[in-house]
């Protein structure tokens, strides 16, 4: 088989007999390439080429599943972490409110305390 852009390529055995799946390129008449006919559809499944058995890809996936899997882990982690930490906050504006009343309450006594110090006749 004769290639335009480089040396004659052996033509290959077909493997997937009755596919109608097929790209023609050609060179327009600006010198570049073009895709002048497509097919998408297959009748077989697709491998990826220089992959004799997919082990390749079958380590790939199951490397993408056990990280797919420690982000989901680390995602409930994150949202446990977050709920935690919300219902810290809030149990903290709580006691400073609690603090809050107990300091206003503390400082009005204080307050008529010393309105009673300033009533009474000074008896030194």
């Given at each position: 088989?004769?290639?335009h ?11 997937r007999?009755?596919c ?52 989901e ?52």
């Open positions: 088989m004769k290639n852009y480089g040396p004659p390529r052996k033509a290959r055995t077909s493997r007999e009755g109608k799946a097929m790209m023609w390129v050609e060179v327009n008449k600006f010198d570049k390439l073009a895709v002048t006919r497509f097919v998408k559809e297959h009748t077989h499944p697709l491998v990826p080429s220089g992959c004799s058995s997919g082990n390749a890809m079958d380590k790939k996936d199951r490397r993408i599943q056990e990280l797919s899997m420690e982000l882990r680390q995602d409930k982690l994150c949202d446990l972490y977050r709920e935690q930490l919300v219902t810290f906050l809030e149990n903290v504006e709580q006691q400073m409110e609690l603090l809050s009343k107990k300091i206003q309450v503390a400082v009005n006594n204080i307050k008529e305390v010393e309105a009673e110090v300033q009533k009474q006749p000074n008896s030194q």
